[in-house]
């Protein structure tokens, strides 16, 4: 079992920054694939970035140039440092763990608003 907790969600203005963590427990953090996820109202959650367990990075095209993944796998943390913030960024950023096992887990969400 994988607890994950996300954290560092807010309201910004446009062309702000956010940084988001998801502090994880419950499993060996280092082995565990990563992804934030968005969902925006009424709109399909969608993948925003993901880590491997070997620190390689993919990114939607969207936030490509604009996000940044990162891990800390010795405090079990995954970041999301957000950069350049559109309006369109707004939405719930959830954060999800990937084990070896391909058993998947998520967080419960943060909010983040970008006012125009």
């Known amino acids: 079992q994988v607890q994950l907790v996300e954290s560092g969600g807010g309201l910004v203005q446009a062309g702000g920054s956010l940084r988001l963590s998801c502090a994880a427990s419950?499993?060996?953090?280092?082995?565990?694939?990563m992804t934030w996820y968005r969902q925006a109202p009424g709109k399909q959650r969608e993948l925003v970035a993901t880590?491997?367990?070997?620190?390689?990075?993919n990114y939607a095209d969207s936030v490509r140039g604009r996000f940044t993944i990162s891990r800390d796998n010795a405090n079990n943390t995954v970041y999301l440092q957000m950069q350049s913030l559109k309006p369109e960024d707004t939405a719930v950023y959830y954060c999800?763990?990937?084990?070896?096992?391909?058993?998947?887990?998520w967080g419960q969400g943060t909010q983040v608003t970008v006012s125009s």
């Open positions: 999800y763990a990937l084990t070896p096992w391909a058993t998947g887990y």
């Open positions: 880590i491997t367990t070997g620190g390689g990075t």
């Open positions: 419950g499993s060996i953090f280092s082995r565990n694939a």
